[in-house]
């Protein structure tokens, strides 16, 4: 840039001088100004249509700020308008644009112009980077093409729209984009945060109106850049470098967009996924590895000297010598580098899929002996081994070498000897298994030998054979006290040990049982220490419910132990099985001990037999006993539950086994059920139930009537006799005598009516009986009828009031019969009273002022014969006689409404009937009664003894002496009438 | 009178035999060669009812094929398969004759074999080793270069004096480099076509099965009518 300075001159004679420096002045500066600020020339363009950037370059002169503008050509729509700094090199302005979209999106203008602070130079001359959506560009386009772009980063994508269709939609991995114009046929959309494509990208599809038409598109690969993890080199043969490490995180990009790696600037062709390996050929102690993508690369190193990392190789040609009990495996390595390193070797020996492992060690080691194996024997043996110094890892296993042992001859096979009680057993033995057998087992030989004797039974049995009956009373043929039975195995090698089992010639006496209790290592025994015990001791153990020929299990323990733990794989639960402790001499055995237990007790599998059985009232409950094979558990009781629909309610537990029997006491009739429970201590059994229908106990309820009659006749007999012997007081208390009447002067006792001057309106007719004795002496009382109670009948009639009535008393019994009042009113119960008193009362006779018609009408009713009544009813219902007992029909409704009839004839009658009330509920006797009754009838004095209580007998009494009665009846009459 | 009567008898006996023999010499050649003419249509049936199957199986397979393409190219694949291709072969068979229907399904055949190519190396660069297309594409490719070799086998018993004409337009064209959404439009339109050409090779078989084999034991009956 040109300098220039101003200096001003303090002389006043140099003014006009002055005054010209200064016009100079201004118009250099005038002139540079011109030169500074010119118009940028030879604008170029070169864009990076990958990495959308263009590069402006510029010949701006001095200057170095500029205006740069860029606009979309075909809208003129400005994309970047800034001032910038720029300084020129070697005289050339340059400036590095980056476009937000692909450059290829649409055409732009570029033009630069020059500043200086506020004066600005003309614009440069517009340079235009064309897009391809020009029109000689017809056809449909996507861009950016084919793009790998980080995951989390946004893209701008464009479509340029054929020529002459319409933009419709564009789709980022089938969702539509948001878009802009940004031409006439270009359209953009930004993908924000872009996730992670698949292997064949993510498609970007731009539509046109006409949709399912030439869709044109692009794809991009979001990925991430490579990202390594445990890079480690190691050598096989001792020369060259292995390296390895693992892709820590899928770079999701692949085909020509994955990763490449160079070792040491050395490329290293990958095939792998994950894991990735490069081979050298040369161990170089330093390694650096970088993994390179579109997206970036990643580095690692690793250095360490080649002994430190020696990786061998699986051995080869694995062989084998073989014996019955040992063998020798061979192998050879793929180096020979390794005979001269120390090596270890890891030996993995299978054998029925146990595993067992031998470390072994030595210099380039080839070689290994197994021992311990057994005879006939399959097994597989896998070596792998490392370098013994400098242990880096193990190296990698052999392949799978399989070898047989050979045959051996077999051991002696486990006996014992099951007794049943009736002389006959069984000698029996384990069969061998494939470790003791050592070779296929082709048969076994029994033997019966008696030591003393020298004699001896063979028997041969094939190979799955393992128990041979025995007699003892074919035995006894030896005469010996001892009988051995011996048992040999034998397989191709030859013959095993023989096993042999001294036969008890005498039955064992069984001792009493215990309770054995299984834990979790089985059910232990403990016994004493015992001398003789030459050979240990035996455990067996059968299921309790077999008796003969049983299935026998044992366990032979070494002498000096005094204890073990009795463990089965064919323990069942629920089974009761029976341990038998048996000390072995050279005698033979010896019982010890005897115990049964369960492995684990169950409920029982069967309900006990319940009976029931009525005893009384109470029900006696009985059952069986459940057998021993289902009870599956010691029987620790019962419950008796007594069942109530659904609801079982416990009546008792009995603890006692034993007791298998209840009464159930108390019971009221009807049904009741009863259910039995057995229960072990794992619970109860489903029980049993039994349904009993209590019914009345008949007996008891006769006992209960004759004791009740017995009672009562007692009672009755003391009462009788109390009052047989009281009967003097009896009759003092309640029939005392009547006194005579005390008059004064000689009221001798006459035969004849006793006029006694009643109440005022009834007339009292005390009659005497003459043939009772004194204390049956009754007292008839005719009750005084209350007036208002009569009737209404009665209200209109006279009531002789005006003149005494005249009671005559008779000392005699008008009628033995009782009377039996028939309505419960008061009468009833007064007459009732002096029934039970045995006092017999009754009117005699009602005397009335006009009694002449009434004697007209009895007497007519007696030459009729018995129809009195009629005649006083009609009699009465014009006199309005007295009737003193009407007012016992009232109460009654049934009498009411059935009873009109006679209630009218009676008050038609108007007659008196004093008990005419005792025929009311019997029409017939009513009407007969009614008809026959003989009734005074008559509101006159009338000495009446037999009227007024009318009764059949007396009626039939009446007929059967008509002549004393008519008599009688008439002389009554007679002196009735009298004044 | 007896000799004399003897010759006539013989003279006879000569006369009818050799009438006779031309005649029976005739019937044997022409049954020996219908015998012949039989056997071989036969043989032509038989080659070309194992051809049309094997065209169906292929046919079948490339059916599948198509949807395993589809769906290994991404989202919006069904949309963007619709596009027509002019890099493709025509699945149309062209010629008049058999001998050229043949030979042009021949071709074909050869030229959607390069097609094939093409699409399998493009795919290795978008899908994993693992992924199922690759192995359809192999597999529909390898039946397809034996329905070829089927094809031409046929051609050649039908019309053994023919060679097999060359493609009318040079090797096959392969599409220029492509960007990956082209590749993508691109196999998918290699896959289609070739289940329509298939279709019209089936059809074809089917034709030709009632006409060229008919046609051949006729043309050998007149060969045989003209000895």
């Known amino acids: 840039m040109p300098q220039f300075s101003v200096s001003a001159s303090s002389k006043s004679n140099c003014c006009p001088l002055w005054l010209i420096w200064v016009l100079l002045g201004l118009s250099a500066v005038h002139t540079h100004a011109k030169d500074v600020l010119g118009v940028p020339q030879q604008v170029s363009l070169s864009p990076d249509r990958f990495s959308r950037q263009l590069s402006i370059s510029w010949l701006g002169g001095a200057a170095t700020t500029f205006d740069l503008m860029i606009l979309r050509t075909e809208l003129n729509e400005s994309v970047f308008y800034e001032t910038l700094s720029v300084n020129p090199v070697s005289g050339q302005h340059l400036w590095n644009w980056t476009s937000a979209e692909p450059l290829e999106c649409t ?140 892709e820590a995180r899928d770079t999701m990009l692949y085909g020509k967009r994955r990763s490449s790696y160079s070792l040491n600037k050395r490329d290293c062709l990958q095939r792998g996924q994950k894991h990735k390996v490069c081979t050298v050929d040369h161990w170089e102690g330093n390694w650096t590895l970088v993994a390179v993508n579109f997206l970036g690369q990643y580095s690692l190193n690793d250095s360490a000297e080649i002994l430190n990392r020696v990786h061998l190789v699986a051995p080869t040609k694995v062989s084998s010598v073989v014996n019955a009990w040992n063998a020798t495996v061979l192998w050879q390595w793929k180096y020979r580098s390794y005979s001269s390193l120390r090596l270890v070797c890891q030996v993995e020996l299978t054998c029925n899929g146990t595993k067992t492992n031998l470390t072994v060690s030595g210099v380039g080691l080839q070689s290994v002996v197994l021992s311990d194996l057994y005879p006939e024997e399959d097994y597989s043996v896998q070596v792998r081994c490392g370098a013994q110094l400098n242990f880096w890892k193990w190296g990698n296993w052999s392949e799978p070498f399989t070898f047989k042992t050979d045959t051996y001859v077999p051991e002696a096979p486990d006996v014992w000897i099951w007794m049943n009680r009736d002389n006959t057993g069984r000698i029996v033995w384990k069969p061998l298994t494939r470790r003791q057998s050592h070779g296929q087992i082709t048969g076994y030989e029994f033997t019966l030998w008696s030591a003393e004797e020298n004699v001896q ?81 035996v455990v067996e153990w059968i299921d309790a419910v077999c008796t003969r020929d049983c299935s026998v299990e044992w366990i032979k ?51 006990v037999l319940l009976s029931t059985s009525q005893q009384n009232s109470d029900v006696l409950l009985s059952w069986g006993e459940i057998p021993l094979l289902n009870r599956r558990g010691f029987l620790l009781g019962y419950n008796v539950y007594n069942s109530t629909g659904s609801e079982l309610k416990l009546l008792v537990n009995l603890p006692d086994k034993g007791n298998r029997s ?191 018609l009434v004697f007209q009408l009895d007497s007519q009713a007696s030459a009729e014969g018995h129809q009195p009544h009629a005649d006083m009813s009609v009699n009465g219902g014009g006199g309005g006689d007295y009737r003193p007992q009407m007012q016992a029909r009232a109460p009654s409704d049934d009498i009411a409404l059935v009873s009109p009839e006679p ?77 | 009178m007896n000799g004399r009567v003897q010759r006539m008898s013989f003279q006879q006996f000569m006369e009818l035999t050799t009438t006779l023999l031309p005649l029976l010499l005739v019937m044997a050649v022409d049954s020996t060669r219908t015998v012949a003419a039989s056997s071989s249509n036969q043989q032509c049936g038989n080659s070309l009812q194992q051809t049309l199957k094997l065209t169906r199986f292929v046919q079948k397979e490339s059916v599948l094929l198509i949807k395993t393409y589809k769906a290994a190219q991404g989202e919006m694949s069904e949309l963007f398969c619709k596009v027509s291709v002019n890099d493709v072969p025509d699945p149309n068979i062209s010629g008049l004759e058999p001998s050229e229907r ?75 480099p492509q960007n990956v959404f082209q590749q993508k439009v691109y196999g998918c ?34 060969l045989l009518r003209m000895t």
């Open chain 1, 903 to 979: 209630f009218i004839e009676a008050a038609s009658g108007g007659g008196y009937k004093p008990q005419s009330s005792w025929h009311l509920d019997s029409p017939v006797e009513g009407e007969e009664s009614g008809g026959r009754a003989p009734s005074l009838g008559s509101p006159t004095s009338v000495a009446s003894t037999q009227f007024l209580l009318p009764d059949g007998e007396e009626d039939t009494e009446e007929r059967r002496q008509p002549s004393s009665s008519a008599t009688t009846w008439f002389t009554n009459l007679l002196s009735s009438t009298k004044p």
């Open chain 1, 662 to 852: 209840y009464t159930v006491k108390g019971l009221s009739e009807g049904s009741h059920k009863f259910t039995v429970k057995a229960y072990t201590s794992a619970g109860e059994d489903t029980g049993a139930t039994a349904s009993i229908t209590l019914e009345l106990y008949a007996d008891w309820l006769i006992l209960e009537i004759l004791t009740s009659l017995g009672i009562t006749t007692l009672f009755l007999v003391i009462v009788s006799f109390i009052c047989y012997k009281k009967r003097k007081w009896v009759k003092k208390a309640f029939y005392p005598d009547i006194p005579e009447p005390k008059l004064p002067g000689d009221w001798s006792r006459r035969q004849g009516p006793l006029d006694v001057k009643p109440s005022s309106h009834s007339i009292m007719h005390i009659v005497e009986k003459p043939e009772w004795d004194s204390s049956k002496e009754a007292l008839v009382v005719i009750p005084e009828e209350d007036e208002d109670e009569e009737g209404q009948g009665m209200g209109d009639e006279p009531v002789d009031t005006d003149e005494p009535t005249s009671l005559s008393y008779y000392n005699q019994v008008v009628d033995e019969r009782p009377i039996r009042p028939r309505f419960p009113d008061s009468s009833d119960s007064s007459a009732s009273s002096l029934d039970s008193a045995r006092t017999d009362v009754t009117y005699t006779g009602i005397q009335t002022s006009g009694s002449s």
């Open chain 1, 457 to 537: 039974h063979t028997q041969i049995f094939s190979p799955g054979t393992t128990a041979a009956p025995i007699n003892l009373t074919q035995i006894a043929a030896f005469s010996s006290d001892k009988i051995i039975a011996t048992i040999i195995a034998k397989n191709v090698k030859g013959s095993s040990q023989p096993a042999s089992v001294v036969v008890p010639l005498r039955l064992t006496e069984p001792i009493a049982l215990s309770r054995a209790v299984y834990t979790e290592r089985g059910f232990p025994m403990t016994w004493q220490s015992d001398a003789n015990a030459t050979c240990g001791h």
């Open chain 2, 189 to 222: 339109a290699v896959l289609r076509t070739y289940k329509e050409f298939l279709s019209n090779v089936a059809r074809e078989l089917r034709t030709l099965k009632g006409k060229v084999c008919r046609r051949r034991m006729e043309t050998n009956t007149f």
């Open chain 1, 557 to 607: 323990v070494a002498a000096g132990q005094t204890n073990v733990s009795v463990v089965s794989a064919n323990f069942q639960p629920g089974v009761r099985y029976i341990f038998s402790l048996y000390s072995c001499s050279s005698e033979g055995r010896e019982l010890l001990q005897r115990q049964q237990g369960y492995v684990q007790e169950l409920v029982p599998s069967s309900s």
């Open chain 1, 107 to 246: 055409s732009l203008s570029i033009k630069v112009r020059s500043r200086d602070g506020h004066m600005t130079s003309e614009w440069s001359n517009t340079q235009i980077l064309r897009g391809n959506d020009l029109p000689s560009n017809d056809k449909c386009q996507v861009y950016p093409l084919d793009r790998v772009v980080p995951v989390g980063a946004n893209t701008t994508f464009c479509c340029i729209v054929e020529e002459g269709k319409v933009f419709d939609d564009l789709f980022y991995s089938g969702a539509v984009m948001n878009t802009t114009r940004l031409s006439r046929r270009t359209y953009a959309g930004t993908v924000v945060n872009q996730g992670p494509s698949s292997s064949s990208g993510t498609n970007v599809v731009c539509y046109n109106s006409l949709r399912a038409k030439e869709p044109c598109g692009t794809v991009v690969f979001v990925g991430y850049p490579p990202l390594l993890s445990d890079f480690v080199c190691e050598t096989h043969d001792l020369i060259s470098a292995v390296c390895h490490w693992t």
């Open chain 2, 102 to 176: 043949i030979a042009s399904i021949y071709t074909h055949l050869q030229a959607f074999m390069a097609h094939f190519k093409r699409v399998y190396e493009q795919q290795t660069d978008l899908q994993l080793p693992s992924s199922p297309l690759l192995g359809e594409l192999t597999a529909v490719s390898s039946r397809s270069r034996d329905l070829a070799a089927l094809m031409n086998g046929f051609y050649q018993s039908l019309f053994p004096n023919l060679p097999m004409p060359e493609p009318a337009g040079g090797p096959t064209m392969l599409p220029p």
